[in-house]
């Protein structure tokens, strides 16, 4: 489904509202893993709520790949993504899991979104100092998750 809208600028978050006549199209969610195109940048992402309207999140990674900035006007092109969502896990993660089995748990019990977080968020560190910090706070949150 295709449709014309302005990149919205909310504060520090920036997204693509949703009309309702391709949320209705989409079905009757009020959540949905999408593929949207923008400006001929393709990207994974949901429709959710967000105060009040339907909205698609636009980082900045991904203005920046599309070429567009917040209160652009763009076509924007979304379908529903059925394909399965995998998070790679850095191996330094996916040793530690290992190693602690309430953690790893607890770890495949979470939503996509929050395997990501964690994983990117050790994966993203530039230092080993970082990542040693990163991977300890994930353990620690994911112990708390699992007891």
């Known amino acids: 489904m295709r449709f014309l809208t302005a990149i919205v600028v909310d504060g520090n978050n920036t997204g693509i509202e949703v009309p309702d006549e391709v949320m209705s199209a989409l079905g009757t969610a009020r959540r949905y893993a999408v593929s949207v195109k923008v400006a001929g940048y393709s990207y994974r992402s949901s429709v959710a709520p ?24 763009v076509e924007v092109e979304v379908e529903l993504d059925t394909s399965p969502r995998e998070v790679i896990v850095p191996a330094i993660l996916a040793a530690a899991l290992q190693a602690a089995p ?25 230092s ?16 708390k998750l699992g007891s």
Do not use: P
């Open 102 to 126: 309430r953690e790893k748990a607890a770890f495949d019990a979470l939503s996509y979104t929050n395997r990501n977080r964690i994983a990117t968020s050790v994966d993203s560190a530039k």
């Open 128 to 143: 080993d100092e970082t990542r040693a910090r990163r991977l300890e706070a994930a353990l620690e949150e994911l112990g």
């Open 50 to 73: 967000y105060k009040g309207r339907n909205m698609i999140s636009l980082s900045a990674a991904h203005r920046s790949a599309a070429g567009v900035s917040g209160g652009d006007t």
